[in-house]
Nanobody
Framework: QVQLVESGGGLVQAGGSLRLSCAASGRTSSIYAMGWFRRAPGKEREFVAAITWSGGTTYAADSVKGRFTISRTNAENTVYLQMNSLKPEDTAVYFC?????????????????????WGQGTQVTVSS
């Protein structure tokens, strides 16, 4: 089992920045990759960014490229999402997720079903 705890959400004005953190515990040695997803009110959960745990390969949705950066510190079992130039449309609950199987990951990193552990989520609200 892997447990994930997000932190760092909050209220920020458009153009501002926030950094989300996700701390993993439990069987962290089984983690192959971690990702961030978000769910805005009335919308489906969507992929934001992901990173492989050992090689550090990163993926990002087109809507956040150039504004959001995902990183990790293996020693602390923590993944971060640095969010800059925030827009009102970034308002959502942000979820951290962990994948424990490399099979087919590179082609499916954007699918929620690829991840088998999820955090509780943290609210990010961007005011205009």
């Amino acid at each position: 089992q892997v447990q994930l705890v997000e932190s760092g959400g909050g209220l920020v004005q458009a153009g501002g920045s926030l950094r989300l953190s996700c701390a993993a515990s439990g069987r962290t040695s089984s983690i192959y990759a971690m990702g961030w997803f978000r769910r805005a009110p009335g919308k489906e959960r969507e992929f934001v960014a992901a990173i492989t745990w050992s090689g550090g390969t990163t993926y990002a949705a087109d809507s956040v490229k150039g504004r959001f950066t995902i990183s990790r510190t293996n020693a602390e079992n923590t993944v971060y999402l640095q969010m800059n130039s925030l827009k009102p449309e970034d308002t959502a609950v942000y979820f951290c997720a962990a994948n424990t199987s490399p099979l087919g990951y590179s082609g499916n990193y954007y699918k929620p079903s690829t991840y088998n552990y999820w955090g509780q989520g943290t609210q990010v609200t961007v005011s205009s």
